[in-house]
């Protein structure tokens, strides 16, 4: 069965305050179709300073998985990814936060015909070696035959990141293609991005490289999911 992109939902959130959370629902997708039972559904959310007093900390949304719980603060924001698979039922998600309120940019998105177990790559921080200014680069991962990789990358920044950053095309025959973006600016002009990229692969896929229109030296991260066709 092929993996399709089915939809994806930009759930913001109230950009002009801070929030302690946001109910996302997949149900009423801003581009796409809705989820239907069994399709790999995968929530993502970005927060301003999370260090900032009071403190914040992500809380799993019930029935949902935390896909890598080591993942933390990067420079001066932090991300969460969200999996489950869609069953009868399911309706909406909501993100929260733990302490202070802050900034929440959330989005979801699924595809239809992708099974388990979840492939999940190394992240990588654009001040980490090689460092990058303009370019956030998603390190591959190893899939196995017949299987779509799902490319993130988020950014928090003061430039106006409002144009979708571009995405290398990597192997000719298994090309990357944006898929959508949501930047989320708040009264301090600072910007929240989540943008997403996919491709079809078989074996290792390469690092899929983010290209945006504005230097920064930070706050940039990014890292690859992997996900099985289902038989």
């Known amino acids: 069965m092929a993996i399709v992109n089915s939809g994806y939902k930009i759930s913001n959130g109230p950009s002009g305050s801070t929030v302690t959370s946001v109910v996302i629902d997949p149900r009423t997708p801003t581009a796409g179709v809705a989820p239907k039972v069994g399709d790999q559904v995968f929530i993502v959310g970005i927060i301003n300073n999370p260090d900032t007093a009071p403190a914040s900390a992500w809380n799993t949304p019930s029935g949902w998985t935390d896909i890598q719980p080591g993942w933390a603060k990067i420079g001066t924001f932090s991300t969460k990814v969200f999996h489950r698979t869609w069953a009868e039922g399911d309706t909406t998600a909501t993100i929260t936060i733990t302490g202070g309120a802050k ?48 490319s993130l990358a988020f950014e928090r920044t003061t430039a106006a990141e409002g144009t979708t950053p571009t995405v290398a095309i990597g192997d000719p025959e298994a090309p990357n293609t944006m898929w959508f973006y949501s930047p989320q600016a708040n009264p301090s002009s600072i910007i929240s991005t989540i943008a997403v990229a996919s491709k079809d692969v078989n074996g290792a896929t390469g690092n899929s490289v983010f290209t945006y229109p504005n230097s920064q030296a930070t706050n940039g991260w990014g890292f690859q999911i992997a996900l099985p066709q289902k038989e």
Do not use: C, M, Q, Y
């Not at 099974?115 to 090689?130: F, W």
């Open 103 to 150: 900034h929440i940019n959330a989005s979801a998105f699924w595809l239809s015909g992708a099974d388990l177990p979840l492939v999940v790559g190394t992240p990588k921080n654009r001040s980490a070696a090689p460092a990058e200014t303009l370019t956030t680069t998603v390190p591959g991962v190893t899939a196995p035959t017949g299987a779509r990789t799902i």
